[in-house]
């Protein structure tokens, strides 16, 4: 079945850094994913929707600046979180839509991001 | 008001009960809902899905919708403690999800 493949699944970096978190379609193209954050006890918040080929949506609230998205391929979607500050330390989430109604988004693993 | 409401729990129950999780939504409209497992440190996986109102059935596990009270209800049956997760309700509009903020739920052997 399809798969979204996420990396890396745990990050520790010092506060300042700039992560990038991948978010790989396996076995099928995805022109859209969707960036989501969950702080723990949380649910997902959608931060951003990542289109290839144009720019990202960003959810009202989400930093434009702080979070970039680029979705070169129709395969490839990649967040890059610039100056990390310790509030930044969540859990992050890719999708990708399905194409049928028993399967309308294909997670990835998620990335635990911590910045000391 | 939110979109979709979930009891964030925490709930732990013993091995062989069964197990209620329910969520509320605001749209009448809404149609598809759906229940997603997400274990520890994982991505959210699709459980249920169920359209318009009415139950699904799937093993030990019952999704129902009651669209006259704008609820939706995840029923476990025999509860192992593989079933330990955290449950969020998902609602699609066909262009967007809403998630419920999860239940965490803990089955002691």
């Known amino acids: 079945g399809a798969v979204v493949s996420q990396h890396p699944s745990w990050v520790i970096c010092k506060s300042g850094t700039s992560v990038k978190i991948e978010c790989r379609s396996l076995?099928?193209?995805?022109?859209?994913m969707f960036w989501y954050r969950q702080f723990p006890k949380q649910s997902l918040m959608l931060m951003a929707t990542?289109?290839?080929?144009?720019?990202?949506?960003?959810e009202q609230g989400v930093e434009k600046d702080k979070f970039l998205i680029n979705h070169a391929s129709l395969t490839l979607s990649t967040l890059t979180v610039t100056s990390a500050h310790p509030e930044d330390s969540s859990f992050y989430i890719c999708?990708?839509?399905?194409?049928?109604?028993?399967?309308?988004?294909?997670f990835g693993d998620g990335t635990r991001l911590s910045i000391l | 008001q939110k979109e979709v409401e979930q009891d964030p729990g925490p709930l732990s129950v013993p091995e062989g009960a069964i197990v209620s999780l329910n969520c509320t939504y605001s749209?009448?409209?809404?149609?598809?809902f759906m229940w997603y497992r997400q274990y520890s440190r994982k991505g959210p996986e699709l459980l249920m899905y169920?359209?318009?109102?009415g139950n699904k059935e799937d093993g030990r596990f019952t999704a129902q919708v009651d669209k006259s009270s704008k609820y939706i209800s995840l029923f476990i049956r025999d509860s192992q403690p593989s079933d330990s997760a955290t449950y969020l309700c998902?609602?699609?509009?066909?262009?967007?999800?809403?998630f419920g903020t999860g239940t965490s739920l803990t089955v002691i052997p």
């Open positions: 999708s990708a839509p399905g194409t049928r109604v028993d399967q309308p988004q294909h």
């Open positions: 998902a609602i699609y509009t066909g262009n967007q999800f809403y």
């Open positions: 749209n009448s409209a809404f149609q598809y």
């Open positions: 169920t359209y318009s109102s």
């Open positions: 990542s289109n290839e080929g144009s720019k990202a949506t960003y």
């Open positions: 076995d099928f193209q995805a022109t859209t």
